[in-house]
């Protein structure tokens, strides 16, 4: 005979398994792109890096979550927000690095496509207060900024949604702009100023 006492209990334990199963993150939701760059101009007003010449190098990589929602509501701009665990940035240069933290980062990415204005293609990233984990003294604080923009015609960026894969920034007039901002604490953000450029920007 059909045990219905126990069948009652199972149909509940496999629903509830189902439920929490739609509640878990896409698998392969973050996305990486892997840069290199140089930077061309320091300022360093506590000498922490010590001499270093200049155009400096500098590899890293960032990750995103590719599901993240758009919070602009405008059409043509998007803007993404990146909360989940393991998305952040990682950049090297010299003994120094300069990264997210791995759980709870936030890493924001916006992107501006106008076709009908034909202006600018504008792709920038942004992060809060990050730390530096090689090189640089205890409790330093530090933000990254990064910028493709791309003037008329307007062919980085094809919508405002945002980009699985990098932009290209090999296209003739494409500029890119990458900087590390960095101090002793939150007020003093701005004593170590690195700005440099792009040179690569590919998928891992």
Same mark, same amino acid.
């Given at each position: 005979?059909?045990?219905?006492?126990?069948?009652?209990?199972?149909?509940?334990?496999?629903?509830?398994?189902?439920?929490?199963?739609?509640?878990?993150?896409?698998?392969?939701?973050?996305?990486?792109?892997?840069?290199?760059?140089?930077?061309?101009?320091?300022?360093?007003?506590?000498?922490?890096?010590?001499?270093?010449?200049?155009?400096?190098?500098?590899?890293?990589?960032?990750?995103?979550?590719?599901?993240?929602?758009?919070?602009?509501?405008?059409?043509?701009?998007?803007?993404?927000?990146?909360?989940?665990?393991?998305?952040?940035?990682?950049?090297?240069?010299?003994?120094?690095?300069?990264?997210?933290?791995?759980? +709870?980062?936030?890493?924001?990415?916006? &992107? @501006? %496509? !106008?076709?009908?204005?034909?202006?600018? *293609? $504008?792709?920038?990233?942004?992060?809060?207060?990050?730390?530096?984990?090689?090189?640089?003294?205890?409790?330093?604080?530090?933000?990254?900024?990064?910028?493709?923009?791309? +003037?008329?015609?307007?062919?980085?960026? &094809? @919508? %405002? !949604?945002?980009?699985?894969?990098?932009? *290209? $920034?090999?296209?003739?007039?494409?500029?890119?702009?990458?900087?590390?901002?960095?101090?002793?604490?939150?007020?003093?953000?701005?004593?170590?100023?690195?700005?440099?450029?792009?040179?690569?920007?590919?998928?891992?």
């Amino acid at each position: 005979m059909h045990n219905v006492r126990a069948t009652v209990p199972a149909m509940a334990l496999w629903l509830l398994s189902l439920t929490a199963c739609c509640n878990c993150p896409p698998t392969g939701q973050l996305t990486t792109f892997e840069f290199t760059g140089e930077f061309t101009s320091v300022f360093d007003a506590f000498g922490v890096l010590g001499e270093r010449s200049t155009p400096l190098s500098f590899t890293g990589w960032y990750s995103f979550d590719r599901f993240a929602p758009d919070t602009d509501a405008d059409q043509d701009h998007g803007r993404y927000t990146s909360t989940l665990g393991g998305s952040g940035i990682v950049i090297r240069f010299d003994t120094f690095s300069v990264e997210t933290p791995s759980v +709870g980062p936030t890493l924001s990415i916006t &992107t @501006s %496509d !106008e076709p009908l204005n034909n202006a600018a *293609d $504008i792709y920038s990233i942004r992060t809060g207060n990050i730390g530096g984990t090689a090189g640089f003294p205890a409790g330093w604080l530090f933000q990254v900024l990064i910028d493709v923009v791309k +003037g008329s015609p307007s062919d980085v960026l &094809t @919508s %405002d !949604e945002l980009p699985t894969t990098p932009p *290209d $920034i090999s296209i003739s007039g494409v500029n890119t702009t990458f900087q590390i901002v960095g101090g002793p604490d939150a007020q003093n953000i701005g004593s170590l100023n690195l700005n440099g450029r792009l040179l690569s920007l590919t998928p891992r």
